[in-house]
Nanobody, 123 residues
Framework: QVQVVESGGGLVQAGGSLRLSCTAS????????MGWFRQAPGKEREGVSC????????AYADSVKGRFTISRDNAKKMAYLQMNSLKPEDTALYYC????????????????WGQGTQVTVSS
């Protein structure tokens, strides 16, 4: 059974940083791209970033470019999202997912999902 688990969320002041972590089990980790998505209250889930299986290619939503960095460690079966210069509008439930990474950040390209970790940015 595939399990995707996120961690690292929390409450941070605007301008601060957080690093989200994601682990996936029950699948061959380096066969899959990994992605991060988020859903704010009252809004649809949106793509934030993704990284190919090798880590050689990444994609970012325009709203996070230059502030967020995605990475992965295949030996540890972990993916990460480093979030800097956080803004109140980054407040959301952040999901990690395994699938295929394209610049469109379409959630339909991802098959396996975690339950999410809450990020709250105070002003």
């Amino acid at each position: 059974q595939v399990q995707v688990v996120e961690s690292g969320g929390g409450l941070v002041q605007a301008g601060g940083s957080l690093r989200l972590s994601c682990t996936a089990s029950g699948l061959t980790f380096d066969d899959y791209a990994m992605g991060w998505f988020r859903q704010a209250p009252g809004k649809e889930r949106e793509g934030v970033s993704c990284i190919t299986w090798s880590g050689s290619s990444t994609a970012y939503a325009d709203s996070v470019k230059g502030r967020f960095t995605i990475s992965r460690d295949n030996a540890k079966k972990m993916a990460y999202l480093q979030m800097n210069s956080l803004k109140p509008e980054d407040t959301a439930l952040y999901y990690c997912a395994a699938g295929s990474c394209y610049k469109e950040l379409d959630q339909d390209d991802f098959s396996y999902w975690g339950q999410g970790t809450q990020v709250t940015v105070s002003s």
